[in-house]
T-cell receptor, first 113, second 113 residues
Framework: GENVEQHPSTLSVQEGDSAVIKCTYSDSASNYFPWYKQELGKGPQLIIDIRSNVGEKKDQRIAVTLNKTAKHFSLHITETQPEDSAVYFCAASTSGGSYIPTFGRGTSLIVHP | KAGVTQTPRYLIKTRGQQVTLSCSPISGHRSVSWYQQTPGQGLQFLFEYFSETQRNKGNFPGRFSGRQFSNSRSEMNVSTLELGDSALYLC????????????FGPGTRLTVL
C-alpha cells in the first residue's frame, strides 16, 4: 500500500519567514495530493491540493509543488503569521470512484510573533 | 451552509462496552468517510459510504462498523471497546463521487477506561 513520509515533525519560524514542509510517497499510482491544516480542537481543513498533471499551484501565501519523478511534494507558506500556527498534514491518494487517502504524520508549525 | 456536525463531541466508555458515533454531512453531500486519529498512528482511514453503500474500508478489525442512512447521515459503531480505541474520530463529507475536497467535522473524542 501507499506510504507517506512527512518532514519535519516540528517547524518553528519567526513571523514573516517562509515555512516549507516536505512529503514523499511510495505508490506511483497516487495522483491526488491534498494538504490539510488542523487547529487545536478542530478537524482538518483542506488548504490546497494538487493533481499529478500539475507541477505547481499557488493560492495567495500558500503554494504546493509536485515532483512525480522523485515522488515528493512540498507545501510552501510565505510571510508566515501567528495564525498559521497549527498542525499540517499531507496526504496521497489515487482517483477513480473513491478516495482513500494515506496521511503523513503531521508537522506542527509554530510561528513566533 | 452548515458544516459537518458530529455528536457527541466527547465520550467516556469502559473496556468491553460498545459505542455509536453520529455524523451529519453538509447538505447535499452524499459521500461520508470516517477516520481515526491518534498520536501514535496519526490519521487513518476507517471506511467510506456513498448512497448508503460502503465503498471502501480501511485496515481495521470487524469491531468497527458503520452505516449510512437515506438522508446521508452516517453512524459508526465500535463494539467490545479496547483501551487502544481511545482516539479522535473524524467524519468528513464530500459532494463528489470521485476524490476532491473533503470537509471534516470537529470530531468525537472517545476515551476508553
Amino acid at each position: 500500500g501507499e506510504n507517506v513520509e512527512q518532514h519535519p515533525s516540528t517547524l518553528s519560524v519567526q513571523e514573516g519567514d517562509s515555512a516549507v514542509i516536505k512529503c514523499t510517497y511510495s505508490d506511483s499510482a497516487s495522483n491526488y495530493f491534498p494538504w490539510y491544516k488542523q487547529e487545536l480542537g478542530k478537524g482538518p481543513q483542506l488548504i490546497i491540493d494538487i493533481r499529478s498533471n500539475v507541477g505547481e499551484k499557488k493560492d495567495q501565501r500558500i503554494a504546493v509543488t509536485l515532483n512525480k519523478t522523485a515522488k515528493h511534494f512540498s507545501l510552501h507558506i510565505t510571510e508566515t503569521q501567528p495564525e498559521d500556527s497549527a498542525v499540517y498534514f499531507c496526504a496521497a491518494s489515487t482517483s477513480g470512484g473513491s478516495y482513500i487517502p494515506t496521511f503523513g504524520r503531521g508537522t506542527s508549525l509554530i510561528v513566533h510573533p | 451552509k452548515a458544516g459537518v456536525t458530529q455528536t457527541p463531541r466527547y465520550l467516556i466508555k469502559t473496556r468491553g462496552q460498545q459505542v455509536t458515533l453520529s455524523c451529519s454531512p453538509i447538505s447535499g453531500h452524499r459521500s461520508v468517510s470516517w477516520y481515526q486519529q491518534t498520536p501514535g498512528q496519526g490519521l487513518q482511514f476507517l471506511f467510506e459510504y456513498f448512497s448508503e453503500t460502503q465503498r471502501n474500508k480501511g485496515n481495521f478489525p470487524g469491531r468497527f462498523s458503520g452505516r449510512q442512512f437515506s438522508n446521508s447521515r452516517s453512524e459508526m459503531n465500535v463494539s467490545t471497546l479496547e483501551l487502544g480505541d481511545s482516539a479522535l474520530y473524524l467524519c468528513a463529507s464530500s459532494s463528489r463521487q470521485d476524490y476532491n475536497e473533503q470537509f471534516f467535522g470537529p470530531g468525537t473524542r472517545l476515551t476508553v477506561l
